[in-house]
């Protein structure tokens, strides 16, 4: 069982950045990919990007791509998401999953991010 946490979340600027982090802890081995998903007000969640959790395969929504990078951390168990150019319509809820077997099935709380126009 792998438990995620997510921080990094705020209040930024259009065209400024966040960086998020998802602390995993529990049975990591176990774990096939990382993923960050949002999901805002009234609104379905989204894929935003993956990461294979031991290799370097990555994996980007279109609205993201140039923007945002993910990247992981298998010494301290974390997964980032690092985003530029910030849009108000990123305002979301981000919150990471963990891919066990066929889908992202283990999910952290979230994080706030809020883009000011």
């Known amino acids: 069982q792998v438990q995620l946490v997510e921080s990094g979340g705020g209040l930024v600027q259009a065209g400024g950045s966040l960086r998020l982090s998802c602390a995993a802890s529990g049975r990591t081995v176990s774990t096939y990919a990382m993923a960050w998903f949002r999901q805002a007000p009234g609104k379905e969640r989204e894929f935003v990007a993956a990461i294979r959790w031991n290799g370097c395969s990555r994996n980007y929504a279109d609205f993201v791509k140039g923007r945002f990078t993910i990247s992981r951390d298998n010494v301290q168990n974390t997964v980032y998401l690092q985003m530029n150019s910030l849009k108000p319509e990123d305002t979301a809820v981000y919150s990471c999953?963990?891919?066990?077997?066929?889908?992202?099935?283990?999910w952290g709380r979230g994080t706030q991010v809020t883009v000011s126009s």
């Open positions: 999953a963990a891919r066990v077997t066929g889908s992202f099935d283990t």
